[in-house]
T-cell receptor
Framework: KAGVTQTPRYLIKTRGQQVTLSCSPISGHRSVSWYQQTPGQGLQFLFEYFSETQRNKGNFPGRFSGRQFSNSRSEMNVSTLELGDSALYLC??????????????FGPGTRLTVL | AQSVTQLGSHVSVSEGALVLLRCNYSSSVPPYLFWYVQYPNQGLQLLLKYTTGATLVKGINGFEAEFKKSETSFHLTKPSAHMSDAAEYFCAVTFTAGTALIFGKGTTLSVSS
């Protein structure tokens, strides 16, 4: 099976712009979670989608949003980019919703740089 | 509040030496515990996990971890370090279904020859 894929791998934007990141989960996985990784804050949970419904949301401003399509692919959008949004954004997929010991499989991430 | 603490942001060992990476969690409910490894410019790969049952868990690449409820710990060990073990290691915890993974800050492991 192919792993989790994320596109693009690298992205450079300027402040005020918006960006959309894409994640394709492992075939058969219906849960997709998004994480932000920065040197200062580490790995922080953004949100999780399961069967096109947002099940859980982390403590991020409303500028961060996401959605999931019927084929389980997910997109994450960040509007009005700020310098502090520069980070590695990781997507993870699993067969079942997170929690309860379910394993999440991570993609390689999208490196976003905001200038 | 539930949290994960990794003691030591950077650990250095010699090739062939014991690897010990420390992880403590804070929780009022039974945890499910994970160790992930991240190589440069890559995503996270699961090393091992504890759900229920045997408290000594064996994972990939010769790593193992022991869940100690009384100490709220889940330390990761490997008897003999290899150069290829150099990476960043993350301890994570989750709880009942529907709860997100909570990660520690990570520990960078360096292995010298």
């Amino acid at each position: 099976k192919a792993g989790v894929t994320q596109t693009p791998r690298y992205l450079i934007k300027t402040r005020g712009q918006q960006v959309t990141l894409s994640c394709s989960p492992i075939s058969g996985h219906r849960s997709v979670s998004w994480y932000q990784q920065t040197p200062g804050q580490g790995l922080q949970f953004l949100f999780e989608y399961f069967s096109e419904t947002q099940r859980n949301k982390g403590n991020f401003p409303g500028r961060f949003s996401g959605r999931q399509f019927s084929n389980s692919r997910s997109e994450m959008n960040v509007s009005t980019l700020e310098l502090g949004d520069s980070a590695l954004y990781l997507c993870a997929s699993s067969e079942a919703p997170s929690g309860g010991g379910n394993e999440q499989f991570f993609g390689p991430g999208t490196r976003l740089t905001v200038l | 509040a539930q949290s994960v603490t990794q003691l030591g942001s950077h650990v250095s060992v010699s090739e062939g030496a014991l690897v010990l990476l420390r992880c403590n969690y804070s929780s009022s409910v039974p945890p499910y515990l994970f160790w992930y490894v991240q190589y440069p410019n890559q995503g996270l790969q699961l090393l091992l996990k504890y759900t229920t049952g045997a408290t000594l868990v064996k994972g990939i690449n010769g790593f193992e971890a022991e869940f100690k409820k009384s100490e709220t710990s889940f330390h990761l060990t490997k008897p003999s370090a290899h150069m290829s073990d150099a990476a960043e290691y993350f301890c994570a915890v989750t709880f009942t279904a529907g709860t997100a993974l909570i990660f520690g800050k990570g520990t960078t492991l360096s292995v010298s020859s």
